[in-house]
């Protein structure tokens, strides 16, 4: 009886060991799991959602051959074969378009002054791989830029940035000798929110007729940018806040683009300014 109790003693703390095993066991798988949960729950800054891009300023483009008002095209082009301009080609009016006129003012023995005028537009969406409106817009106003700078046979040419005009803009001239006559160019390449504003205005004698001006070049290409860029915003204008609480019901077409001549020069005035 004696020597049994060392003997159970014995056999207890045996049988002990596996009950200590499992729970310790227990014990680190718990721990193992609390760490594989961890591990695997996203890190907060993985949850955020991604930066939104800036909204388009601008979801509508003008109408290219109204986009310059009738006074500035009988200033530029006085004698234009078609006064309400030539349109171009487009697949998508809604994204791009554009507009020309030009014409030759035939003074007899004093020979003829040869004009030309044409305005593109190009309008850029906001989108959340692509980037912003205004900066889509920003990256193809450089290379415009850069593709009037490479005119062929182009000399004497002159970048200069110009003020008042859109957000930026910048100024190209050029000599270029064509048809046997010294042509004098000036584009104006220009960007107003989400839109680039694309103008070339050029001119030359003939028959005896002298060269154009320089200046008076450059000033007309200016004129012509300034009633495009104002264009640009009229075409986006509120119908409510654009229409007149006396204004009737219904009204011409010929009342309408007289109102939008009128609305441009008072925006391209305001530029000037």
Request: glycine share 8%; proline share 5%.
């Amino acid at each position: 009886m004696h020597r049994s109790a060392p003997r159970l003693t014995r056999i207890l703390a045996c049988a002990a060991v596996p009950v200590m095993l499992v729970v310790a066991g227990c014990s680190s798988n718990s721990d193992g799991e609390k760490d594989k949960a961890s591990s695997s729950s996203p890190a907060p800054d993985a949850t955020k959602s991604e930066a939104k891009v800036a909204a388009a300023k601008f979801a509508a483009l003008p109408d290219p051959c109204k986009s310059i008002t009738a006074k500035t095209v009988k200033s530029l082009v006085p004698a234009a074969k078609d006064k309400t301009g030539t349109p171009g080609k487009s697949s998508d009016t809604a994204a791009r378009g554009s507009c020309s006129w030009n014409g030759l003012d035939d003074n007899g023995v004093k020979g003829s002054q040869y004009r030309w005028l044409d305005v593109g537009f190009t309008r850029f969406a906001s989108d959340q791989a692509l980037g912003s409106g205004a900066d889509r817009a920003g990256e193809d106003l450089t290379k415009q830029i850069t593709k009037a700078k490479a005119a062929e046979g182009a000399k004497k040419l002159v970048t200069t940035p110009v003020s008042a005009i859109g957000d930026q803009a910048t100024l190209i001239t050029y000599d270029l000798a064509k048809t046997g006559e010294d042509f004098k160019y000036a584009t104006i390449v220009a960007r107003t929110g989400n839109v680039v504003v694309t103008l070339t205005y050029n001119g030359a004698g003939y028959a005896g007729s002298k060269t154009p001006a320089a200046e008076k070049i450059t000033t007309g290409a200016k004129m012509g940018a300034k009633n495009a860029v104002a264009a640009v915003a009229a075409a986006n204008e509120s119908p409510k806040a654009s229409a007149s609480p006396k204004s009737p019901a219904k009204s011409s077409g010929k009342t309408t683009d007289k109102a939008t001549d009128k609305a441009t020069d008072k925006a391209t005035d305001k530029a000037a300014d």
